[in-house]
């Protein structure tokens, strides 16, 4: 009788289990309804709950069943995963958005490799799930107990950050997303007192062109040695990367460089901060052409030409124009004052005398034509329906006379400003031996 009472049970988990699987959800909650004490059992090898099969394949209705009937949404399996890190690995971000709204823990760490949830998203790419924990994080008592910069760079147990996984993985939106709230781009993998592999280096040896991008404009340094004592151009070269290694090359110009130790570039208006990272990528683009011209890695053309751009906008009147360069539209303008410029022309100024990070007092940039402080950016509103798609350039018009007063702006070019632009940075970790190159 016993033995008969095991196997009904073991069928009815299998059951649950399987429904969950499935989203079955009416046989999931007949089942609860008959037996609730289904919902603490786990399966036999894995130790799966419910809840983690339910996370891991995307099933929100059976999840969200599930999530009102539990106590704690941080059960554990075999590996000490969460029912969250699941859903980050598999890049289900309904459920991710579902367990982080009933209170799910960003701060549990796995026993396999000392990995967050965070570190699941940005190893497996899914930069949807990775920045809805980040933005959880700001409102949790993360930000109060860890700090929210400290939570974004967290070790795992090889320690390395979730931004040393995404540039290792080949992840640039990853990349992009760890980088704008705060990831540290030069810190190392290696033991204290003994530097290892930094994002570059990982993004080098994985030779993807998008990271490494991404990485030097936001100030990565060239010339930072990993723990054999290889600038990651070496690395990019082992692997076989030419593309990257070429980008790589100190030898090659400087990229230019998003100011971000500046305050006010930290509180851009958002719609404005994507403009300016969209100028600061055409430019180091335009630079990268110059650099691989003439090798096998040379960039394609672009598919529209310049003419095929200017017929498809309307003529601009002539105070549409930015009064700087007189050679694409305003689509930046300064909030207080109202003065517009182009977006590369904007991320000119702001970038013309690189801040020290070392350096506490950080000087904000100042408007060129009134000379007040510059606080904050917003996008132009500007006419002909260009608002739709501010980022688009103008063909430029050099039959134009400079207005008078604009004439002591003339040596001030975007990309002319950008020359003595350069980047680095410092920063430590703990030994990484799954992600230092040998």
């Known amino acids: 009788m016993m033995g008969q009472a095991l196997s009904c049970r073991e069928t ?13 959800l009416e046989t999931v909650g007949a089942l609860l309804e008959e037996e609730p004490a289904l919902i603490h059992q786990t399966t036999v090898y894995d130790r799966l ?16 069943f599930l999530l ?45 490799h000392g990995r967050t949830c965070l570190h699941h998203a940005a190893y497996y790419g899914h930069s949807d799930c990775l920045q809805a924990i980040l933005s959880a994080a700001h409102s949790t008592p993360v930000a109060e107990s860890w700090g929210f910069a400290r939570f974004v760079n ?6 390395a950050t979730p931004l040393h996984l995404a ?5 640039p939106n990853c990349v992009h997303v760890l980088l704008g709230n705060g ?40 010339l930072q040695r990993d723990s054999s004592g290889r600038i990651p151009h070496t690395v990019a070269l082992k692997h076989k990367h030419g593309a990257c290694a070429a980008l790589l090359n100190p030898s090659s110009a400087e990229p230019l460089v998003w100011p971000s130790p500046l305050k006010f570039i930290s509180e851009l208006n958002p719609d404005a901060k994507i403009l300016l990272e ?18 096998a890695y040379a960039l394609p053309s672009p598919v529209h030409s310049e003419s095929g751009i200017d017929d498809d906008i309307d003529e601009a009147s002539d105070t549409e124009l930015c009064c ?82 604009s004439s002591s702006f003339k040596g001030l070019s975007a990309m002319g400003s950008f020359g003595r632009i350069g980047g680095r940075g410092s920063g430590r970790i703990n030994d990484i031996s799954d992600l230092v190159d040998k």
Not at 193 to 214: F, K, N, Q, V, Y
Not at 342 to 358: G, I
């Open 68 to 112: 009102e009937r539990s106590d704690n949404p941080d059960v554990l399996n075999r590996h000490k995963q969460t029912p969250l890190m699941l859903a980050a690995m598999h890049g289900k971000i309904s459920c991710v958005q579902k367990l982080l709204q009933a209170g799910a823990n960003v701060l549990v760490f796995d026993s396999l």
């Open 49 to 64: 709950y419910a809840l983690h099969i339910a996370a891991e394949n995307g099933q929100i209705e059976v999840l969200s």
């Open 183 to 222: 990831g540290l781009v030069c810190a190392c993998t290696g033991g204290y007192g003994s530097p290892g592999s930094t994002p570059l280096h990982l993004a080098a040896r994985g030779g993807c062109i998008d990271s490494i991008r991404e990485l030097l404009a936001w100030g990565a340094d060239r």
């Open 324 to 405: 700087i360069c007189f050679d694409q539209v305003c689509t930046i303008e300064v909030q207080n004052c109202g003065h517009q410029m182009c977006a590369p022309c904007t991320l000119a100024l702001c970038c013309h005398n690189k801040p020290d990070p070392t350096t506490a007092c950080l000087t904000a940039p100042v408007c060129p034509f009134c000379r007040s402080s510059i606080a904050q950016l917003v996008v132009a509103q500007i006419k002909n329906n260009i608002t739709d798609n501010p980022s688009k350039l103008r063909k430029s018009r050099r039959s134009m006379n400079l207005s008078e007063g």
């Open 154 to 159: 967290i070790r795992d147990g090889n320690g």
């Open 167 to 171: 540039a290792r993985q080949r992840r």
């Open 278 to 295: 969209r100028a600061l990528m055409e430019a180091n683009r335009e630079r990268e052409k110059t650099i691989l011209k003439g090798t």
């Open 12 to 24: 009815r988990e299998h059951e649950v289990f399987g429904a969950v699987q499935l989203g079955d």
